[in-house]
């Protein structure tokens, strides 16, 4: 049997927590139905008690002994609590890790995982939003919110805050194999592993870095829909020599100039394909490309998806 720890730390998602819990025990109610066995998935939540003990709390299969093999940190809607908050639950899944446990996160549940010090030097994902927080509270974690899932053998990190059931399926295939991961995700009608966060993302520009001439930029920018935003246009604009334009924009946006007004043309052209149904081209020329092969190209490496699929995934109008 095969324990799988969940972590309710200081605002965990319930939701998620008792979704992964369904999971695994569909799971083993099919994987019971193919072959006479006992149940093979056991799943137990540990919190903190009144003294800051953190005990379990909830097991499937009370009784026996905790051994657990994998260690999940769910993810949180709430207020993310500060680094010395989320420590004692650092130190419990670290603690598990040097005996052998695999640990997991679920969008905010990496702030816990980074906590402990093992994603150093390591790629890890979040949900898209927490992702810069998340590299600026532990620049020695390799933060890359583009996948849905890392999975680097004994640390897995997951996206979104519903990327619980991707987890959730990543560890019923490993631990019962693709043929039963594939039955437990028809049977809860959910896809299974394997998307990206990118056609989620939004652009959200860094506006609280304090510096005045490149704010000046990033609000005309905003203002102008990016069009015409050449780099002699932008320099002038901020009052700055070239070299010391580029430099500070880097610093103050984490983009260069000519990816930041990119990212704001792509943002308009979602919106478009969102809420119009205006046609492909004529919305590539109101964002500022007048080659759609090119925006086309652009939209997809971005976001992940050609605007037509994406206008089909996103768009009320399309449905």
């Known amino acids: 049997m ?3 720890a969940l972590l309710l730390y200081p605002g965990a998602q319930m939701a ?3 979704g992964l819990t369904d999971i695994f025990a569909v799971a083993t ?3 019971g139905q193919r072959a006479e066995m006992a149940p093979l998935l056991r799943v137990s939540h540990w919190q903190a008690g009144a003294d800051g003990t953190i005990a379990c709390s909830f097991d499937s299969r009370p009784g026996l002994p905790h051994a657990p093999a994998f260690a999940i940190a769910p993810p949180s809607l709430s207020p993310l609590p500060d680094d010395a908050a989320l420590r004692p639950f650092a130190d419990w899944l670290r603690a598990w890790h040097g005996r052998g ?4 996160s679920v969008c905010a549940g990496a702030f816990v995982l980074a906590q402990t010090g093992l994603l150093a ?4 994902t979040t949900h898209w939003g927490y992702a810069e927080l998340l590299a600026r509270r532990h620049p020695e974690v390799r933060v890359d919110a583009g996948p849905l899932i890392i999975d680097d053998g004994d640390i897995i990190t997951a996206g979104g805050v519903m990327a619980w059931t991707d987890l959730g399926l990543v560890l019923v295939e490993r631990l019962l194999g693709p043929s039963l991961m594939m039955e437990t995700a028809r ?3 959910i896809d299974p592993p394997g998307r990206e966060q990118r056609p989620y993302e939004r652009f959200r520009p860094r506006l609280d870095h304090g510096d005045e001439a490149i704010l000046a930029v990033q609000r005309w920018l905003a203002a102008t829909g990016a069009r015409d935003a050449d780099l002699a246009a932008m320099t002038a604009r901020a009052g700055l020599e070239e070299r010391t334009f580029l430099r500070r924009f880097r610093k103050a946006t984490s983009l260069r100039p000519t990816e930041y007004c990119q990212q704001l043309r792509i943002e308009k052209a979602r919106e478009l394909l969102e809420l119009s149904r205006r046609p492909v081209e004529t919305i590539a020329y109101e964002v500022g490309y007048d080659d759609p092969a090119s925006f086309r190209r652009l939209f997809q490496r971005l976001t992940g998806l050609s605007p037509g699929a994406y206008r089909r995934r996103f768009a009320p109008l399309a449905r």
Do not use: K, N, S
């Open 2 to 4: 095969t324990e799988i």
């Open 16 to 18: 998620a927590v008792h």
């Open 29 to 31: 109610r099919l994987a």
């Open 101 to 104: 446990a695999v640990l997991g």
């Open 121 to 124: 030097g390591r790629r890890a």
């Open 187 to 189: 049977f809860l009608l």
